[in-house]
């Protein structure tokens, strides 16, 4: 079984550019995550997905921060423009139900903008 | 919200002997405590996970406990092995409506063969 898919994997910008990640879940599992891992923390979620609705997106800077989920399956977090503080890995999870206890995640995309 | 605080953030153990990290809570309606392993340039896979009604729980080498009413779990890994160095990352879950989980900062541990 394929886990979860994040292209791509490294991504280099300039400041002010936009930048978008994309993420396919596990087959089947309804809860998607997006999460921003900067350097010798921890995963910090931004938005979470059941289905197609996001259901806790109050960590999203919403100003320059968007994310789609369509059809309930692949999503894109989108940044534009993205600023220095930016630079992180950027990780998506699923898990197969609302609240699921297993989080898998995605080997992430390392941003680094310039 | 939930603040997870996680200690130690370094940890240098030799080859066989035991590593323990802990962690404390802030939110008392927290009920879910899940471990995550992250080695070097890959993504957190879960290890091992509590839930509240629970006080212990085992799996091989690798252990959880947790205090309620102290608000603190901790993860203790016996006869540690070189493969045992990553990135172990503690959480909390809340039970309200969001569930959401909150990380704590990470414990780079290395084990010194």
């Known amino acids: 079984e394929a886990g979860v898919v994040q292209s791509p994997r490294y991504k280099i910008i300039e400041k002010k550019q936009p930048v978008a990640f994309w993420c396919n879940p596990i087959?089947?599992?309804?809860?998607l995550y997006w999460y921003r891992q900067n350097l010798g923390q921890g995963p910090e979620l931004l938005i979470r997905?059941?289905?197609?609705?996001?259901?806790?997106d109050s960590q999203l800077p919403k100003d320059r921060f968007s994310a789609e989920r369509l059809k309930g399956v692949d999503s894109t977090l989108k940044i534009q423009p993205a600023e220095l503080g930016d630079s992180a890995v950027y990780l998506c999870?699923?898990?197969?139900?609302?609240?699921?206890?297993?989080?898998?995640f995605g080997p992430g995309t390392r941003l680094t903008v310039l | 919200g939930e603040n997870v605080e996680q200690h130690p953030s370094t940890l240098s153990v030799q080859e066989g002997d035991s590593a323990v990290i802990k962690c404390t809570y802030s939110?008392?309606?927290?009920?879910?405590f899940p471990w995550y392993k992250q080695e070097l340039g890959k993504r957190p896979q879960l290890i091992i996970d509590?839930?509240?009604?629970?006080g212990e729980k085992k799996d091989q080498r690798i252990a959880v406990t947790l205090n309620k009413t102290a608000k603190h779990f901790s993860l203790h890994i016996t006869e540690t092995q070189p493969e045992d160095s990553a990135v172990y990352f503690c959480?909390?879950?809340?039970?309200?409506?969001?569930?959401?989980?909150?990380f704590g900062t990470g414990t780079k541990l290395q084990v010194i063969p």
């Open positions: 997905y059941e289905n197609e609705e996001a259901v806790d």
């Open positions: 509590i839930r509240s009604n629970v």
């Open positions: 999870a699923s898990s197969l139900v609302a609240g699921g206890d297993e989080q898998f």
């Open positions: 959480a909390a879950r809340n039970s309200g409506g969001y569930q959401k989980v909150t």
């Open positions: 087959s089947g599992h309804n809860t």
């Open positions: 939110d008392s309606a927290s009920n879910y």
